[in-house]
């Protein structure tokens, strides 16, 4: 089993940056990708961006270019680097861990707001 623990959401104002952090513990060899996805209301989730064992690195469309993924692989941990916030980015943000069995994070709140 994998745990993943997200922190770092918060209110931010539109043009603003916020960093999010994901820890991983458990049987984090099982892991191949890590990814960060992302559920406003009344929307489906979708997928933000991820970063392969191999650190390869893919993003959507909507945030490419404002958005950075990257890991600490001593510390277990991704990060999701957001720049230029919009009001659009506001959403719940969910850490997922590509394996075997798909873990998710707790989740935690974005919003762009003035």
């Known amino acids: 089993q994998v745990q993943l623990v997200e922190s770092g959401g918060g209110l931010v104002q539109p043009g603003g940056s916020l960093r999010l952090s994901c820890a991983a513990s458990?049987?984090?060899?099982?892991?191949?990708?890590m990814g960060w996805y992302r559920q406003a209301p009344g929307k489906q989730r979708e997928l933000v961006a991820y970063?392969?064992?191999?650190?390869?690195?893919n993003y959507a469309d909507s945030v490419k270019g404002r958005f950075t993924i990257s890991r600490d692989r001593a510390k277990n941990t991704v990060y999701l680097q957001m720049n230029s916030l919009k009001p659009e980015d506001t959403a719940v943000y969910y850490c997922?861990?590509?394996?075997?069995?798909?873990?998710w994070g707790q989740g935690t709140q974005v919003t762009v707001s003035s």
């Open positions: 997922h861990a590509y394996n075997p069995s798909g873990s």
């Open positions: 458990g049987s984090i060899f099982s892991i191949y990708a």
């Open positions: 970063i392969t064992s191999g650190d390869n690195t």
